[in-house]
């Protein structure tokens, strides 16, 4: 099961919060864990390659002036949580969410939760799926699309010849997303999709823009916006493949730093 939580919040405080907050949200989420079930949180910490979540920062506000954005009582925002895998979805929806409680600190503001969804139908980050029925539904497509338009909600940045690279190089996106899957999908797919990607798959258009994610001392260079990839070369089964994995990114995201923030995905209908 694949599970992506909407988190509503309104300002209690004024104050201000961190720009790029998807470290905080990070902190968040393993604090409750640990408090809510300490074996969870020990377990994910113990996960140093892939991990089973994606996390996204604060979002709603207004634009961030010199790394901060200033809050007044009233202001609304809202946080995602999303899993990758049965057992982890299962004590989200049974355990982490019922426990968080009903005031939480981000930054210098005291925020109350004022709503929790889980239906895509109440709002366009949250859902559900079973992922051994995704599947099975975009792998046995009797004719797989042919592109994928693709927006990135938060700056995405992936792995370049001297770094970060603030663009989706199809082999690059599409093995972030392949990792991920590898890891915890029900199925495994072949490992070459990633090369076969940067081989056979162009960008046939694109409206990004960078963005700089500021932690402290540290600051990296993403991309957010929209893109086209388009996959007329290759073979159905392929382009089968490639369909399961821009799906699966609405929960897994793309590139680095998806557990703080980074590289929110989803498909453009």
Same mark, same amino acid.
């Given at each position: 099961?694949?599970? @992506?939580?909407?988190?509503?919040?309104?300002?209690?405080?004024?104050?201000?919060?961190?720009?790029?907050?998807?470290?905080?949200?990070?902190?968040?989420?393993?604090?409750?864990?640990?408090?809510? *079930?300490?074996?969870?949180?020990?377990? &994910?910490? @113990?996960?140093?390659?892939?991990?089973?979540?994606? #996390?996204?920062?604060? #979002?709603?506000?207004?634009?961030?002036?010199?790394?901060?954005?200033?809050?007044?009582?009233?202001?609304?925002?809202? $946080?995602?949580?999303?899993?990758?895998?049965?057992?982890?979805?299962?004590? &989200?929806?049974? !355990?982490?969410?019922?426990?968080?409680?009903?005031? #939480?600190? $981000?930054?210098?503001?005291?925020?109350?939760?004022?709503?929790?969804?889980?239906?895509?139908?109440?709002?366009?980050?949250?859902?559900?799926?079973?992922?051994?029925?995704?599947?099975?539904?975009?792998?046995? @497509?009797?004719?797989?699309?042919?592109?994928?338009?693709?927006?990135?909600? !938060?700056?995405?940045? $992936?792995?370049?010849?001297?770094?970060?690279?603030?663009?989706?190089?199809?082999?690059?996106?599409?093995?972030?997303?392949?990792?991920?899957?590898?890891?915890?999908?029900?199925?495994?797919?072949?490992?070459?999709?990633?090369?076969?990607?940067?081989?056979?798959?162009?960008?046939?258009?694109?409206?990004?823009?960078?963005?700089?994610?500021? *932690?402290?001392?540290?600051? !990296?260079?993403?991309?957010?916006?929209?893109? !086209?990839?388009?996959?007329?070369? #290759?073979?159905?089964?392929?382009? @089968?493949?490639?369909?399961?994995?821009?799906?699966?990114? $609405?929960?897994?995201?793309?590139?680095?730093?998806?557990?703080?923030?980074?590289?929110?995905?989803?498909?453009?209908?």
């Amino acid at each position: 099961m694949l599970c @992506a939580a909407v988190i509503h919040l309104e300002a209690l405080t004024a104050g201000g919060v961190a720009g790029a907050s998807g470290r905080d949200v990070h902190g968040l989420w393993f604090h409750y864990w640990q408090a809510a *079930d300490s074996r969870v949180a020990d377990q &994910l910490h @113990a996960q140093q390659q892939a991990r089973p979540f994606s #996390l996204s920062p604060l #979002l709603g506000l207004a634009e961030p002036r010199q790394g901060q954005i200033q809050v007044t009582p009233g202001a609304r925002a809202w $946080f995602r949580v999303a899993t990758l895998t049965a057992e982890l979805s299962t004590r &989200l929806q049974e !355990t982490w969410l019922p426990r968080l409680p009903e005031t #939480l600190a $981000f930054g210098a503001v005291q925020w109350r939760v004022t709503n929790i969804v889980t239906d895509g139908a109440a709002h366009p980050w949250a859902g559900t799926a079973d992922a051994q029925a995704l599947a099975e539904q975009r792998l046995l @497509a009797a004719d797989p699309p042919r592109q994928w338009r693709l927006r990135f909600d !938060t700056p995405a940045a $992936f792995h370049g010849v001297s770094g970060h690279l603030p663009f989706p190089l199809p082999g690059a996106v599409v093995g972030s997303w392949l990792r991920r899957w590898q890891a915890f999908g029900p199925v495994l797919l072949p490992d070459a999709l990633g090369e076969l990607a940067q081989q056979k798959i162009v960008i046939s258009s694109y409206r990004l823009k960078t963005v700089p994610v500021r *932690d402290g001392k540290r600051m !990296t260079i993403g991309c957010v916006g929209q893109f !086209t990839l388009n996959a007329g070369a #290759l073979k159905p089964g392929e382009r @089968a493949a490639i369909d399961l994995l821009a799906a699966y990114a $609405f929960w897994a995201g793309s590139g680095h730093r998806t557990t703080q923030g980074m590289g929110m995905t989803r498909v453009v209908d």
